[in-house]
């Protein structure tokens, strides 16, 4: 049986950017894997809430416990309500 648990929080840090912190473990067997990361995003849109049409860059970095540091590259998210 597999389990898993993830926790993260979300602070605004302008009107148009934000911070989020999570942390995820996993469970399986004999076997866990425990994960912490973060990322930084900024709107493109006028406000970081803006639910109709959001495109966001985000950088984001992950550290898996006792093994590495996970760089991710520049993301860019769009989302467009229809």
């Given at each position: 049986?597999?389990?898993?648990?993830?926790?993260?929080?979300?602070?605004?840090?302008?009107?148009?950017?934000?911070?989020?912190?999570?942390?995820?473990?996993?469970?399986?067997?004999?076997?866990?894997?425990?994960?912490?990361?973060?990322?930084?995003?900024?709107?493109?849109?006028?406000?970081?809430?803006?639910?109709?049409?959001?495109?966001?860059?985000?950088?984001?970095g992950v550290y898996r416990w006792?093994?590495?540091?996970?760089?991710?590259?520049?993301?860019?998210?769009?989302?467009?309500?229809?």
């Amino acid at each position: 049986m597999r389990h898993g648990l993830n926790l993260g929080l979300t602070v605004p840090s302008g009107a148009r950017d934000a911070f989020t912190l999570y942390g995820d473990a996993f469970w399986q067997g004999g076997n866990q894997m425990t994960v912490f990361g973060g990322f930084y995003a900024i709107s493109l849109a006028n406000e970081y809430y803006d639910d109709q049409n959001k495109t966001s860059l985000h950088l984001e970095g992950v550290y898996r416990w006792n093994d590495a540091f996970i760089p991710s590259p520049l993301q860019v998210f769009f989302t467009c309500k229809l």
